[in-house]
């Protein structure tokens, strides 16, 4: 039991000490890189430390999370300030963005836009090339067909009187265009996977995308008191190309987002050889933090849900009103739940921990309930008899004959929450969910593999373990 | 009447006017009688006359419609239930030793709550086991469902014996056993009582054993008493027809 209580001080110890600095980026791993690299560079140029909150599901609950303090700073695109989060057109956002408390930092020198790409061999240079070449087959991709500022915008922009095409998955155009199947597609710019094909890039002649450049937005408050940040951030210089290489070390030859990070910053003199960070490989961070997760949920929720079972069967008029909305709780979608969490709690570890520890109640008051329900009424007098008190015959006779019962539970409890917990990442809680979602949004399987893998060794793992130790605690005789 | 108040004095238990409902139906009905210390008093009666009623009422598991009762000279209404029940041992009609408690922790049970230390409960263990034949083979750490149903009465009266209470009640313990295994332990009960001195209250629907085992010997029916006196007494005059086809049992 102490054993127990230590290790949930040192959970709760990880994941609520207090930073200087608290750094977010969204899921995508361009943005955790850059992430990464502001991180690095004020970890190694200051003696602030910093708290990395990366992996935020979308621009919205990254810009949120900065509005409300639960970042400092995050890398953001121009474009999609402008378009998507303050929803102006223009470039006058920097005044409302000074209104909201937020400073737009200086761009990181590159341009993360819609570009159109071809094969060398196409004789193709600028989009305004493909006016009136119907003959030519476009793979685009879905989102690209369907933005209002995607295919019909630029058709009419540039005049090319082309069909409307048909919309592919993202994930198939690269290697459709290598073989040949297509000869257009569109891509973001600093593609990482674009490093593996030698591909031409349509040159945007008459300036129809704008601009997406990526820039750190940071909070005024952390500005007024650290001035020094600004000045570093100032310092971090990457090219598209450049750009493009990094994502490729991560995405394609999946090194460690620290690793390529660091070694970027050492090549531009920003950190000093001495300070080398320990790369993790994700796949340990990402199930350290999602052992954090599931384990100080489940943890939460024995502490809640225990006494709850206790209660209700001292006043069994409350138990069918206390299983039937614990169990209402758990048939709400598990994505729904997270999704309430946020106005509620914000981002982050916290509600992630609230919404897997509501579903972790059921299977735990139910089977505490049932447990002491299941005590032998003979037992219950016998205690009596010989002079124990309520409490003593709860805690002498009733819990340990129970204790089975409320292992199952915690046993049943626990391998949800692992389950669940990889929907975490959503809202930036982190987790094994993170690959999951990555892979997903990549299209590609090995990197959702790398999430789902460890997810269900893990579920494996703690049912195995979480039946051995009800073995040990089993009543014997 | 200066002798009925020295009697009145010696009882360990005393019902005066004892009326008891469940339900609003009577289940004891205007019961006094008294136990003196030192004294075995068994009660009989088919089932449903009321007995472990009784039994319920000495040791405040039950209170009293209506009537008195006290034990160790206090109303039992006005007493601490805890505080009374760890001065009585109880024996139950199955054992209900508890199953995840060893042998040893089952009889330290009354001398842990009474704040007993380890050295002293553990010799009181041995000396228990020693007094009811069980200290061979380990039995100390033995499990309740690794004993016969015979060793595990044992263990239950041990139990009971466990703070050396001055009263005992049995509540009908030997009822599920064998009768070689019942007539045994019946032995051993009619030993402690001569050694021990123990005020027992003995609760059964098994003559014999109520004549065997009792100084007085109490025949219930629906709750009322029947009869009361010494064995011979009853066995020599009958107070009714019920009483004595009750007897009759004991010549089958």
Known sequence: ?477 | MSLIVTLYICAIVSFQNIDKCFDGTPVLSDITFQVKEGETLCLIGPSGSGKSTILKLINGLLKPDSGKVEVFGKNVATSDDVELRRKIGFVLQQPALFPHYTVKQNIEIVPKLLGWNDDKCAARTLELLDLMGLNSGGMEERYPSQLSGGQQQRIGIARALAADPKLILFDEPFSALDPITRTDLQDEVLRLKKKLRKTTVFVTHDIREAFKLGDVVVILDEGRIIQMGAPEEIKANPSSAFVERFIDRDNE
Request: cysteine-free.
């Open chain 1, 1 to 477: 039991m102490n054993k127990a209580l230590a290790f949930l001080f040192i959970l709760l110890g990880a994941s609520l000490g207090a930073q200087d600095v608290a750094i977010g980026s969204k899921l995508f791993s361009e943005s955790r890189l850059l992430g990464e690299i502001m991180a690095q560079a004020i970890e190694s140029q200051t003696e602030l430390t910093v708290e990395r909150r990366f992996g935020l599901g979308g621009s919205l609950i990254a810009f949120e999370a900065l509005k409300s303090g639960s970042i400092d700073i995050y890398p953001e695109y121009t474009g999609t300030i402008s378009e998507a989060i303050l929803k102006e057109s223009g470039d006058d956002y920097e005044n409302e963005l000074n209104d909201l408390g937020l400073i737009a930092g200086e761009s990181f020198g590159f341009n993360n836009s819609y570009i159109l790409i071809t094969t060398e061999t196409a004789g193709l240079s600028a989009i305004s090339d493909l006016k009136n070449r119907g003959d030519l087959r476009f793979g685009f991709s879905n989102e690209f067909v369907k933005r209002g500022d995607g295919f019909g915008a630029l058709n009419q922009a540039y005049g090319l009187n082309l069909p409307e095409p048909r919309g592919m998955n993202h994930g198939l155009a690269y290697r459709a265009l290598a073989e040949g199947q297509i000869d257009v597609t569109d891509a973001y710019s600093t593609d990482g996977k674009l490093q593996e094909f030698g591909f031409q890039h349509l040159e945007d002649d008459q300036n129809f995308f704008p601009e997406y450049l990526a820039i750190p937005l940071i909070r005024n408050k952390l500005a007024q008191e650290h001035p020094e940040i600004l000045g570093i951030l100032s310092q971090i210089k990457i090219d598209g190309s450049k750009m493009r290489e990094l994502n490729y070390l991560v995405e394609v030859m999946g090194s460690p987002i620290e690793k390529v990070a660091y070694d970027f910053l050492l090549e531009e003199g920003m950190v000093s050889k001495g300070s080398k960070p320990s790369f993790r490989h994700p796949i340990i961070s990402q199930t350290i933090e999602h052992l954090q997760l599931t384990l100080l949920a489940t943890l939460i929720a024995i502490l809640i849900a225990v006494p709850m079972g206790i209660y209700i069967s001292f006043k069994p008029r409350f138990a069918t009103a206390i299983l039937a909305s614990t169990g209402v709780i758990q048939t709400v979608p598990s994505l729904a739940l997270l999704g309430f969490m946020i106005p509620l709690f914000g981002i982050g570890f916290t509600p992630a921990i609230i919404a897997l520890l509501l579903y972790a109640l059921l299977p735990i008051v139910r089977n505490t309930y049932t447990g002491l329900q299941s005590t032998d009424p003979i037992l219950i007098e016998a205690g009596r008899a010989l002079g124990m008190t309520n409490w003593q015959i709860l805690r002498m006779v009733r819990l340990p004959l129970a204790a089975s019962f409320i292992m199952a539970g915690i046993r049943t409890a626990l391998t949800i929450n692992i389950g669940t917990a990889t929907l975490a990442a959503f809202i930036g809680a982190g987790g094994l969910g993170e690959s999951i979602i990555t892979g997903i949004n990549l299209n590609d399987n090995s990197i959702i593999l790398q999430g789902a893998i460890p997810a269900a060794l893990l579920a494996l793992l703690a049912d195995w373990g979480m039946a051995a130790l009800a073995k040990k605690l089993e009543p014997r005789g």
